[in-house]
């Protein structure tokens, strides 16, 4: 059984063994068992095929606390967040019922624009000694994002689940062998630059992998160096600003060096890093489970994005709203209150896949799940990070990003033609279609 | 002189000609083959020695731990039953009902044959997110939204199927049904006994070309088929990407690997009566 191989086979068994412990029942529970509310419930969810059997054992667990409510789960496969909120929207246009659709916050703006999800305000205020628990340990960050830029100061349609920011896997493994000092916090784009020389010393050896596939991986880019994508109410490109053209430069010259692999083909960072062939890879949570099943979590350090004028990262989080075409809302209540309740978030906590926003459970058991050094600066990023621009056109404004961003890394192309192209072509997009952008 | 070695060189050039177009082609057998085997080889390498440059084409120790992760993930025995289920419906229904209108708007005469006939073309311009709406409002209302019935029900009326048939009909000799006539056969049986045997061909080029596109289908499916037990290996595909695109490489390629594999074995069975039948029917 080879390396990849373990990784999957025993990330998903591990993730389904730890939440299957159910380790909520060591802790006192903020949600008692309530055999008052019945009925049937549609939940949409994305269906991830590396997820779906933690999901299986949370539903097991909401039966406990309901044991009423019929969960009926619905995995929508999709390949982005835009296509399952489109794939999800269409179903329940032509009349099929969900009661809740999970959405990250890709989609969650383009849900309240589109109507179809429901205000929680009468629900929160009714059970707001149940929810007193979540809304004392809620990272409040999230809270206030919630309310700003998600809601905009109207009504509440979410309750923030589990989050990601977007921080460096570092391998110390290769930097100690390179002689390189290992990044800590403070880092900079010129401690970087510097670690390549020592580092990229063979092909097929890289310093870190610049991934096009998504505006969360470019964003910290530009963060850092004092820029945007977009202005911080979603409604303006700021993508031609002298600082994100001097970001978009300066990833082009780690591939241009040799420092990332180019765009094209496939480039898989958990078995580079495992091989010692790649020292940095971004991401959030999501390859915690094959990192650990490879048993290379001993070798990583998480950290801060490297700097130029300030620290910065992307952050987006998950949700769990009540559409309002729902004939059960009191069941599909139940179930967010669930999602948000102790015993809901150590579970999926202990996928491994999964950071709480919960500061209690955070600290408490995210490292059992993820034991890498360092990974503590998920909790601090959040305090500086910057929500992944989603407005009502996410989906163009990303796809629109990913491909100039693919060109940049794949090219000698000139960072500032190209990003003010980008801009332009963006631009278009918010303006189309009213305050959100195109729909 | 000149007029004796005519022929001869004739010959000569044709063989040249042949000659070079067949160089030509053999050169590009590589260019595209290549993805595919490449792709084949990587799903059976382990992580370490995978997607590297150059490429590795051939492997001492290939092994099967992508393939035993597809089938950890998905049910895939599941999916391809259900592909293959839904592809022999729709393969198997749409030729029933494309030649049956096919042959309507070919030979028989009725009010409105060539408005009704326009109307059905200009479907052809209609693009899938356009009708997606309407047709799944249409499926709810008949509760079949959430069955695969959803999936293979529109499909068996195909617009592109029964322009095919009715040129290839049209190009039939009436006389031949004349005579038919006379011979006491009915219009289906007609149909049944004289025309759809020599329209062999374009059933079969028909038939490859819907089989193919539902095979591959993956739009129709996200949309009516979410309960796993339901679903095709298009989706289940997709579902392996991860919600992060954090599914790996190597498993995808076992899972496209083993999804392409019945196609390439049916063509390696019926490849000199599909590229017969292809020939016959672009010659009309």
Not at chain 1, 364 to 391: M, R
Not at chain 2, 124 to 150: E, F, G, I, K, R
Not at chain 2, 253 to 261: E, G, H, N, R
Request: overall charge positive; charged content about 15%; hydrophobic content about 45%.
């Amino acid at each position: 059984m080879d390396r990849r191989e373990f990784l999957k086979l025993a990330g998903a068994t591990a993730a389904v063994a730890s939440a299957s412990r159910v380790p909520s029942l060591l802790r006192k529970s903020d949600l008692e068992p309530d055999d008052t509310v019945t009925g049937h419930v549609t939940l949409a969810f994305f269906g991830a095929a590396d997820i779906i059997k933690a999901w299986d054992v949370i539903f097991a667990d909401f039966n406990k606390v309901y044991p009423n409510i019929k969960i009926d789960a619905v995995p929508i496969a999709a390949s982005t967040w835009s296509t399952y909120a489109d794939a999800a929207i269409l179903q329940m246009a032509g009349g099929r019922q969900f009661d809740i659709l999970q959405g990250a916050i890709n989609i969650q703006r383009l849900l309240i624009t589109k109507g179809v999800v429901a205000p929680l305000d009468e629900y929160i205020e009714r059970d707001k000694a149940q929810l007193a628990p979540y809304y004392a340990d809620e990272n409040p960050q999230f809270l206030a994002w919630n309310k700003s830029i998600i809601s905009k100061g109207g009504p509440t349609y979410y309750l923030p689940a589990d989050y990601n920011t977007y921080c460096c896997w570092v391998n110390t493994e290769m930097f100690e062998k390179a002689g390189v000092p290992v990044p800590s916090d403070g880092w900079t784009w010129d401690d970087l630059m510097a670690a390549g020389e020592k580092i990229c010393t063979s092909p097929g050896t890289y310093l870190i992998h610049c991934d096009p596939g998504d505006m969360f991986f470019f964003q910290p880019w530009a963060l850092t160096n004092g820029g945007t994508l977009l202005s911080a109410d979603w409604s303006k490109a700021t993508l031609d600003s002298p600082q994100t053209i001097e970001a978009a430069a300066f990833a082009q010259e780690l591939c241009l060096k040799g420092y990332s692999p180019k765009p094209g083909g496939a480039f898989d960072d958990v078995v580079e890093f495992v091989d010692n062939k790649l020292a940095i890879f971004g991401c959030g949570m999501w390859l915690n489970p094959g990192i650990v099943a490879a048993k290379a979590a001993g070798k990583v350090k998480i950290v801060a994005w490297p700097q130029k004028v300030r620290k910065g990262t992307s952050v987006g989080w998950n949700a769990y709203p009540i559409t309002k075409s729902s004939k059960n809302k009191e069941a599909a209540w139940s179930f967010i209150k669930y999602v948000a309740s102790t015993r809901a978030v150590v579970n999926l906590t202990a996928t491994g896949q999964a950071t709480p926003g919960r500061k209690s459970i955070f600290f408490a058991d995210l490292h059992k799940a993820a034991p890498e050094q360092g990974i503590d600066e998920f909790w601090n990023e959040v305090s500086y990070a910057t929500p992944v621009p989603s407005p009502d056109a996410s989906d163009a404004v990303n796809a629109a990003i990913i491909k100039t961003v693919t060109q940049l890394y794949s090219s000698n192309a000139d960072p500032k033609t190209l990003m003010t192209a980008l801009n332009t072509q963006v631009s278009g997009y918010l303006n189309n279609s009213g305050p959100g952008g195109i729909s | 002189m000149a007029t004796t070695h005519a022929p001869a060189l004739a010959k000569v050039a044709r063989r040249a000609r042949r000659l070079s177009a067949n160089t030509v082609l053999i050169l590009m057998v590589p260019i595209f083959l290549a993805p595919v085997i490449w792709t084949v080889v990587q799903s059976f390498l382990p992580g370490s020695g995978a997607l590297r440059i150059p490429p590795v084409w051939v492997t001492a120790h290939p092994t099967i731990a992508n393939y035993s992760s597809v089938f950890n993930l998905i049910p895939f025995f599941t999916f391809l039953f259900n592909s293959v289920k839904i592809t022999l419906i729709i393969t198997c229904g749409s030729l029933v009902t494309s030649a049956l209108a096919a042959y309507a708007f070919a030979r028989l005469r009725f009010p409105g044959r060539n408005a009704l006939f326009l109307m059905f073309l200009a479907a052809l311009m209609v693009p899938n997110v356009v009708t997606a709406a309407p047709t799944y409002v249409l499926m709810h209302s008949l509760h079949l939204a959430t069955s695969q019935t959803a999936v293979w029900l529109p499909g068996l009326i195909n617009v592109f199927g029964i322009f095919l048939l009715r040129q290839f009909f049209r190009g039939i000799p009436r006389d031949l049904e004349d005579a038919a006539r006379v011979d006491g056969l009915s219009t289906l049986g007609v149909l049944r006994r004289i025309i759809l045997p020599l329209s062999k061909p374009a059933l079969a080029a028909l038939a490859i070309l819907i089989g193919t596109t539902t095979w591959n289908d993956y739009f129709w499916p996200s949309i009516y088929l979410t309960n796993r037990s339901q679903m095709t290996l298009t989706v289940g595909l997709v579902s392996l990407q991860g919600e992060y695109k954090e599914g790996s490489p190597l498993v995808m390629f076992a899972a496209v690997s083993m999804t392409v594999l019945p196609l390439l074995v049916l063509f390696l069975f019926t490849q000199r009566a599909i590229t017969q039948s292809l020939a016959m029917t672009s010659f009309r």
